[in-house]
């Protein structure tokens, strides 16, 4: 079955500093990955997708993930955390047609100043 | 261009009552897809719509149910309300188009307490 795992549930960096969520998930074909930001009584936003091609990607606000197919993962960086940054951040794949995604369990990310 | 509308923003109801949720996709918008939002499970896929049809099913009692009318608009329905409904409830579009996938669209979602 289609897994998506977020292995920390929180992460804390100084603002200024970079900024790495980590995601991997489980393959049966080749997956569309996504990020999702989720601030405070709102939805998700998105952040960004790997469909194919080329395997770095850059998105909204500065973030950018980098797709690794050996390693299965599609860890989200960002080159230097803002107080503003602090958020849920959701990793999800969806596979074929189709739109159901799956996500991972979030992770809270918190930039002090 | 709005984006994903969702009525009611909060609803507080009991045990047993039933409750439907609207969804409002963006303009042009086809797909409609449900995902609740809890502490313990994270977020879930309910069901997708697409041309008033559903698509696709996560794994949901029949409780929860869904249409899509023909202007793309959403309802979802929970009958019979158990406490551990109480969720965040997402609503997504997305545009469709063929030869690709689409991403999703996320409304700011209607918070359901059941007491």
């Known amino acids: 079955a289609q897994s998506v795992a977020q292995p920390e549930d929180q992460v804390n960096v100084a603002e200024g500093n970079p900024l790495t969520v980590k995601c991997t998930y489980s393959v049966s074909g080749n997956p569309y990955l996504f990020w999702y930001v989720q601030y405070p009584n709102r939805g998700l936003q998105f952040l960004l997708k790997?469909?194919?091609?080329?395997?770095l990607v850059k998105g909204s606000y500065g973030f950018e993930a980098e797709f690794n197919k050996s390693q299965t993962s599609f860890h989200l960086k960002k080159p230097s955390a803002l107080v503003s940054d602090s958020a849920l951040y959701f990793c999800?794949?969806?596979?074929?047609?189709?739109?159901?995604?799956?996500f991972g369990g979030g992770t809270r990310v918190l930039v002090k100043p | 261009k709005a984006g994903v509308t969702q009525t009611p923003r909060y609803l507080i109801k009991t045990r047993g009552q039933q409750v439907t949720l609207s969804c409002s996709p963006i303009s042009g918008h086809r797909s409609v897809s449900w995902y609740q939002q809890t502490p313990g499970q994270g977020l879930q896929f309910l069901f997708e719509?697409?041309?008033?049809?559903?698509?696709n099913k996560g794994n949901f009692p029949g409780r929860f149910s869904g249409r899509q009318f023909s202007n793309s608009r959403s309802e979802m329905n929970v009958s019979t309300l158990e406490l551990g409904d109480s969720a965040l409830y997402l609503c997504a579009s997305s545009l469709d188009r063929q030869g690709g996938y689409n991403e999703q669209f996320f409304g700011p979602g209607t918070r359901l307490t059941v007491l």
């Open positions: 719509y697409f041309s008033e049809t559903q698509r």
């Open positions: 999800a794949v969806a596979w074929a047609a189709g739109n159901k995604l799956t």
């Open positions: 790997y469909i194919t091609g080329d395997n």
